[in-house]
């Protein structure tokens, strides 16, 4: 016998932390909500794990921060290479002082169970949504592959939390920007005896086996256990594509830190890309909203999008107890938050992707006075951990080049 249509207030694709963010925060906002993933959890996701102190804010809205925290926490980020190690403490801000560090398949189970606790969730697994059904630019219906079976969801409003390459997203007319700037990235983890440090490391300088400069970057982050999850990245344009194979170097930078870092053999490698800055159109129809990486809501800077995915959850929730013409609302709402960091943040990114720039800025950067001062400065806008309220020198200077580029700048974000 085929099954009843079913009716809801919300509808969430996708159940990365995204997605299950805004399942919880759209229980809690009243709402009936269907929260489908194509995958059955514990699943994988290619990831650095890192969360930083603006993740474990968002974090606290959860109410899942001591959860996390309580297993491992870290201090900031230690910057490796051109002659220096830099550390650069979390600093104070209203995102707090605390990192973590979780494994996708443990952190995206958590949060997803959590969400699936709160009164007014319903969760399917194994559920892929197919293909939206629209009438005048609304989805009507949502056909959705539930186990064998095929399932018709008729839900008031959609959010699109499908991730990375948003195949639900593309069907509703989302476009990706990759002459804007974009990440390639691999991973995997080792066991090691050092898997307490607690810093997030980063090495600035990569070298291949013949000791070739690479255009890339490679962190070592600690997971509190017997585990490090290991990983290099590339940033990229249409133009500039970064002409690096990740696995490889991610096993020959491996190798480079075995005997420091105490590393057994690398396992579980995979590699995918990161959308960033916003360079996505299309963003919001007139009940739908994509949120996370759908929206490429990545920072140019250091990659982190676990952070901005569990934001976009809140703020999309909240822009439905406002308003119902989200089309308008939800691009605009975008750029009000996020728009001038993220222009500058791409601009600044878009400058590493020339091959002279580090080898030259590198050295001036990680030693003597530029280790001291401008490292520890650079990792806080790198982790975008000024606020609007914050008035010393260093947010200062960032806020008055945000407002300038503002003027100038009419590259594709979120249009
Ligand atoms: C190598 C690498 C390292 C990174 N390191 C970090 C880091 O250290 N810290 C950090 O903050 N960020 C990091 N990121 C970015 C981070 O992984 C993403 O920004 C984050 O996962 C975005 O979450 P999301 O919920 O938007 O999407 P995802 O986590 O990708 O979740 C999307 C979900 O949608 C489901 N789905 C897809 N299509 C459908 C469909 N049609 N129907 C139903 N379900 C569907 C998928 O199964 C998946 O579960 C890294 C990314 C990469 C690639």
Same mark, same amino acid.
């Given at each position: 016998m085929a099954h009843p249509d079913v009716a809801v207030d919300v509808l969430i694709v996708g159940a990365g932390p995204a997605g299950s963010a805004a399942a919880y925060h759209a229980a809690h906002a009243g709402q009936s909500v269907l929260l489908i993933d194509a995958a059955s959890f514990p699943r994988d996701k290619t990831c650095g794990d890192g969360l930083t102190p603006r993740a474990i804010k968002e974090l606290h809205s959860l109410h899942l921060a001591h959860q996390v925290t309580s297993r491992y926490r870290n201090q900031g980020l230690f910057l490796h290479g051109y002659g220096g190690d830099v550390q650069a403490p979390?600093?104070? #801000?209203?995102?707090? *002082?605390l990192g973590s560090a979780m494994k996708r398949r443990d952190f995206d189970t958590l949060l997803f169970r959590h969400a699936q606790q709160q009164d007014g969730v319903d969760t399917w697994e194994n559920a892929e949504a197919l293909s939206p059904q629209l009438y005048a630019g609304r989805i009507e219906q949502v056909e959705v592959r539930h186990g064998g079976e095929i399932r018709m969801v008729r839900p008031r409003m959609v959010l699109v939390a499908?991730? &990375? *390459?948003s195949s639900f997203g593309r069907k509703l007319g989302r476009q990706w920007h990759r002459e804007q700037v974009y990440g390639i990235a691999a991973r995997a983890y080792c066991t090691t005896a050092?898997? =307490? =440090?607690p810093w997030m490391h980063s090495h600035v300088e990569l070298r291949d086996e013949q000791g070739h400069l690479q255009p890339g970057y490679g962190w070592i982050f600690p997971l509190g256990s017997d585990e490090v999850n290991i990983g290099c990245g590339a940033l990229s344009t !249409? !133009? *500039?594509? !970064? $002409?690096?194979?990740t696995k490889k170097l991610l096993l020959s930078y491996a190798a480079q830190q075995r005997e420091h870092w105490q590393l057994e053999p690398s396992r579980e490698i995979a590699s995918a890309l990161l959308p960033m800055g916003? !360079?996505? #159109? #299309? &963003?919001?129809g007139a009940n739908w909203m994509l949120l996370g990486d759908a929206a490429a809501l990545v920072n140019p800077l250091n990659g982190e999008g676990i952070d901005y995915g569990m934001e976009s959850a809140r703020l999309a929730v909240e822009l439905m107890g406002h308003t119902s013409r989200v089309r308008e609302a939800w691009p605009r709402l975008l750029r009000e938050h996020y728009g001038e960091s993220f222009r500058l943040a791409r601009r600044l990114a878009r400058v590493l992707t020339?091959? $002279?720039f580090l080898p030259a800025a590198g050295p001036v950067a990680m030693r003597g006075i530029g280790g001291r001062v401008l490292m520890p400065a650079a990792a806080r806008l790198m982790g975008n951990l000024i606020t609007d309220s914050d008035r010393d020198l260093v947010a200062r200077v960032w806020h008055g080049a945000q407002r300038s580029l503002g003027w100038v700048d009419d590259t594709p974000l979120w249009d």
């Open positions: 979390w600093p104070e #801000s209203t995102f707090g *002082r499908d991730g &990375v *390459r050092r898997g =307490d =440090d !249409a !133009a *500039r594509p !970064a $002409q690096i194979n916003g !360079a996505i #159109s #299309s &963003v919001a020339y091959p $002279q």
